[in-house]
């Protein structure tokens, strides 16, 4: 029986999830059986994916209209993993909002039936009650993609799946092995946030599921939320993570206020910031699932527990390195 996908366009496949996401398509699929593209600005820093059979990596910047309409002609389906965690407003709302839409105009000119989307836990139905622009321009993209799918006749109506994962863990991750790195070189650990919950999800559980949805015909469940078997709460994570590299250290919840200060320090040094305000606001809602919709056991999968993965993973950390992350921060 043919594959209802024969090539598939990656947006964001150089990155943590695209990694995954290629490696399960073209294990899911066989040798052969699919075609890959996946456009970077920067296709030199992924030689890796250009190894693997049936992967194309190009020079592209995703973000002209022009480029993209040219990038999706010729494909069956397209995912979407572009997404920035600090930004300027600006900078979200062509992310996170005017991406999606010149996907979707460029998917329905050139045929490609099929869009899956990443999106994030936590978004509101509606933007306006979003706490912070990360996801307020989520929501607004959702709601953009959305007019794809409905205001229009049945003919001209775009497949659409959005996945909605919760922060994101795995052998590559930033998140618990930063945590991890900062306990060991300080012996206190102050917290913004601390009581901020999470549902922390194995990035190839999230692989998996964006694999079957590409795989998938059309009328696939609209919206899927991403997340592991248990609820943690950001204080809880940072204690694992020291726990499991073999540096607990005593984790001090702080205000806002002063959050909101630390992140403004922060901000101040080079690279990506650790911390930012709009990510402190981000934490006011829950990043867990809700349990209305459909999740990863109706997409046929068992999710992974954070601590199965990230216990050995972290307990096998080499000391020597323990500022490797930092410097790869401040190089960003």
Known sequence: MPLPVQRVLILGGTGFVGRSTVARLLSDVGAGGLRITVPSRRPARAKVLATLPGVELCEADVHDPAALKQLVAGHDAVLNLVAVLHATPDTFARVHVDLPQHLAEACMATGAHRLVHVS???????????????????????????????????????????????????????????????????????????????????????????????????????????????????????????????????????????????AALLGLLPGEPLLSADNLASMHRPNVATGRLPGLADLGIEPAGLASVMAPLLGGQDPSHRFDLLREHAGR
């Not at 979003?130 to 996801?135: I, N, R």
């Not at 015909?217 to 709460?233: F, H, R």
């Not at 499991?244 to 206020?257: F, L, T």
């Open 120 to 262: 994030a836990l936590g978004v509101p139905e509606d933007p306006r009650l979003a706490p912070s622009h990360y996801l307020r321009t989520k929501a607004e993209g959702e709601s953009v993609l959305r007019t794809f799918t409905t205001d229009r006749q049945e003919s001209h109506r775009l497949s659409l799946s959005i996945l909605r994962p919760s922060v994101i863990f795995g052998a590559d991750d930033r998140f618990m092995r930063l945590f991890a790195h900062l306990q060991a070189l300080a012996p206190v650990m102050p917290l913004a946030g601390a009581e901020a919950r999470f549902q922390p999800v194995w990035v190839e559980d999230v692989a998996s599921a964006l694999a079957r949805l590409l795989l998938s015909p059309a009328g696939t469940e609209p919206v899927i939320e991403a997340a592991g078997p248990q609820v943690w709460t950001l204080r809880e994570l940072v204690q694992a993570a020291g726990r499991w590299s073999g540096h607990p250290r005593w984790v001090i919840g702080v205000p806002d206020w002063v959050g909101r200060l630390q």
